[in-house]
Nanobody
Framework: EVQLQESGGGLVQAGGSLRLSCAASGFTIADYAIGWFRQAPGKERERVSCISSSNGSTFYADSVKGRFTISSDNAKNTVYLQMNSLKPEDTAVYYC?????????????????WGQGTQVTVSS
């Protein structure tokens, strides 16, 4: 069974850090691009970052560039999102998703699998 399981969310003060994990099962992340997306209440889902675990290529949204870092551990079949200098506007449910092609995941949001999400709340 294919599954993506996010963890690591929580409540943090502005300026703090969190590391989200996306553990994959039922498929190998090296064969996929893994993206992080987020959705705040009343807002549309937006892309945050994306990585090709096979070659390390990454993309970041302008709003998180320089603060967030995406990485992958193929041995653990897990992708991480290190979030530093968090802001209240980063508050959202964060989802990881997997798709076969990096550009299609990033540009078009075309993914095959979604996780159930983890809540990140940043207090001011």
């Amino acid at each position: 069974e294919v599954q993506l399981q996010e963890s690591g969310g929580g409540l943090v003060q502005a300026g703090g850090s969190l590391r989200l994990s996306c553990a994959a099962s039922g498929f190998t992340i090296a064969d996929y691009a893994i993206g992080w997306f987020r959705q705040a209440p009343g807002k549309e889902r937006e892309r945050v970052s994306c990585i090709s675990s096979s070659n390390g290529s990454t993309f970041y949204a302008d709003s998180v560039k320089g603060r967030f870092t995406i990485s992958s551990d193929n041995a653990k079949n897990t992708v991480y999102l290190q979030m530093n200098s968090l802001k209240p506007e980063d508050t959202a449910v964060y989802y990881c998703a997997a798709g076969p092609l990096l550009l299609k995941v990033w540009v078009l949001g075309l993914v095959d699998y979604w996780g159930q999400g983890t809540q990140v709340t940043v207090s001011s």
